[in-house]
């Protein structure tokens, strides 16, 4: 049995380009393309499950676990909409970048350098985001398991991924990484991707019920992400901790 989630070559790759995580036109480029749709589906579903009524700051006393959280691209607005925000990463270049980022903007982010069943805490959390983060690590069941433990009874957890189709193969990988070059050649395996159904499976075992699953499907025409019935590709999955 594992005792550890961390894949070496998938943090040295992420590392590699640590530096280019808040430019919009570099490698991350489709991340940050990504990122409205991500905020506005967690932002509007973290308000409705927990009924916040705060109009400034939405997601005020609201304690978010950002996993794998690269530069900070979701940690910072998480913040700025209130939430008491903490980011973990397994490549410490990353978290370097994420600490420097939100100090330049004055945001308050507890950034640590971990994987999540190395990542003590006394108080568990509201809201967990594993977004784009499963396909990356070295044993899901770990992995899952492990964020399962940070996070406290009737909370949240995203997992936000891409389906194991070969709709996926020829999308995120073939045309994301070879023909569009979006993505530096080998930012996917494909034997990573998780089927929903293999997500859910998982997540029952940890007592996380699926509360809701979408799609999050790309419009070339208008350059634009949207939530979507589509999940042959990238979907996005909201989980309840009974």
């Known amino acids: 049995m594992k005792n550890n989630t961390i894949n070496k070559k998938e943090i040295e790759k992420f590392s590699k380009i640590a530096e280019e995580w808040w430019n919009p036109e570099g490698k991350f ?15 509007e579903n973290i308000i409705e499950t927990f009924k916040l ?15 794998g959280c690269g530069g900070g691209l979701l940690s910072e607005p998480m913040c700025r909409l209130g939430a008491t925000v903490t980011g973990i990463d397994a490549s410490d270049k990353n978290i370097n970048v994420a600490k420097i980022h939100s100090q330049k ?4 982010i507890n950034y640590f350098c971990s994987s999540p069943e190395k990542f003590k805490v006394d108080d568990k959390f509201d809201v967990i985001l594993n977004m784009e983060i499963v396909e990356h690590v ?11 433990k940070l996070l406290k009874k009737n909370g949240i957890m995203f997992v936000a991924t891409l389906n194991k189709t070969l709709k996926s193969y020829v999308f995120a990988i073939i045309g994301a990484e070879y023909i ?3 993505l530096p050649i080998g930012t996917h395996e494909w034997e990573k991707f998780l089927k929903p159904e293999d997500l ?10 699926l509360d809701k699953l979408n799609g999050m499907n790309f419009n070339f025409l208008k350059d634009k992400w949207s939530v ?15």
């Not at 009524?53 to 996993?67: F, G, M, R, S, Y």
């Not at 859910?200 to 019920?209: A, E, F, R, V, Y």
């Not at 979507?228 to 009974?242: E, L, Q, R, T, W």
């Open 180 to 182: 569009l070059r979006w």
């Open 228 to 242: 979507g019935d589509d999940k042959s590709v990238n979907y996005i999955a909201k989980f309840i901790k009974n």
């Open 29 to 43: 480029k489709p991340l940050h393309k990504f990122n409205p749709i991500r905020i506005s589906y967690i932002k």
């Open 53 to 67: 009524e705060n109009k400034k700051n939405p997601l005020k006393n609201i304690k978010i676990l950002d996993v």
């Open 200 to 209: 859910i499976s998982i997540q029952k075992k940890n007592n996380l019920k």
């Open 105 to 108: 903007d004055n945001l308050k």
């Open 138 to 148: 070295e044993d899901v069941n770990l992995f899952l398991s492990s964020c399962n």
